[in-house]
């Protein structure tokens, strides 16, 4: 039985972790076209530190709520909706909201819960999964071999595109600041992990012939680095700013090059947009979950009311792997 009330994370006003505090709201109900999930656990992402620090806000139409994922059990279905059923066990991309008991998502965007993965862990895939297989494998097949550069590869979005790139037959270096990092990314399948403070990435990925593929979340200094680290044609993808989203750079490289330097946010894409990429995800990825290929990579679960101190640690750097809240 669906209650008429659930609990939720809400904030009043921008600012730090503090502000969040637990709250009630209604239910809602499911619109044309989604189901309502009965939330299990959900994830915790960048957006959701950018909202609540009020530099995010939600498109117009989404829940002012944080959490872009959740995971769970389908108790409720919208008009039209005919590939759930009650009962299923599905993880979700959603517009916000999932920092609450009950969340809508659109059909096309949710997915099985994958075989071998706990509802759990599933609640950390789909943010980070459809934002690298969109920005990196979706819009152009590269060959086995690629040599692919991923940032800040301890991380949630680092550690899935690890994982992605070497199930694909890339050749994947990443960057991380710590021993323990190295090792997680050298774990997770990279060939080679470069300590970012003691290593020159650059010279690196220039022995190695330059990077064909670069996902960066650093921006900064980074930039002008990326475009020496690169290979002729390559493509880098922009898809945050940790170190600053103003810069100088010498533009020569990005021409002689022939580069293309691109980025993007999930969040705002039309819904037919991620229905695909959910496709994609559940035809060519998600099966790999299932013959150990890949695997969840969480480092921390914390219960629903602790979802401050899930902020503070996203903050504070250092992870390996995702932070989910259990509710």
Known sequence: MIPEKMQVIEFDEPGGPEVLKIGERPVPEPAKGEVLIRVAACGVNGPDIMQRKGLYPPPPGASDLLGLEAAGEVVALGEGVTRWSIGDRVCALTKGGAYA????????????????????????????????????????????????????????????????????????????????????????????????????????????????????????????????????????????????????VDLVSLMLKRIVFTGSTLRPRPDAFKAETARQLGARVWPRFADGTLRPVTQTVLPFAESAEGHRLMEAGGLAGKIILAT
Request: glycine share 14%; with cysteine.
């Open 101 to 248: 008991g009950y969340v809508p998502a659109y059909e096309g965007h949710c997915l099985p819960v994958p075989e071998g993965v706990s509802v759990t862990d599933a609640a950390g895939l789909p943010e980070t999964y459809f934002t690298v297989w969109s920005n990196i494998f979706q819009p152009e097949e590269r060959p086995e071999g690629t040599k692919f550069l991923v940032h800040g590869g301890s991380g949630g979005i680092g550690s899935t595109a690890i994982q992605l790139g070497k199930a694909l037959g890339w050749r994947v270096f990443t960057t991380a600041g710590s021993e323990k990092g190295l090792a997680f990314c050298s774990e997770l399948g990279a060939e080679r992990a470069i300590n970012y403070k003691s290593e020159d990435f650059v010279a690196v990925m220039k022995d190695a012939g330059g990077a064909d593929v670069i996902l960066d979340i650093m921006g900064g200094e980074y930039v002008q680095k990326n475009l020496k680290a690169a290979a002729m044609d390559c493509r880098i993808v922009q898809l945050a700013f940790r170190a600053g989203s103003k810069v100088e």
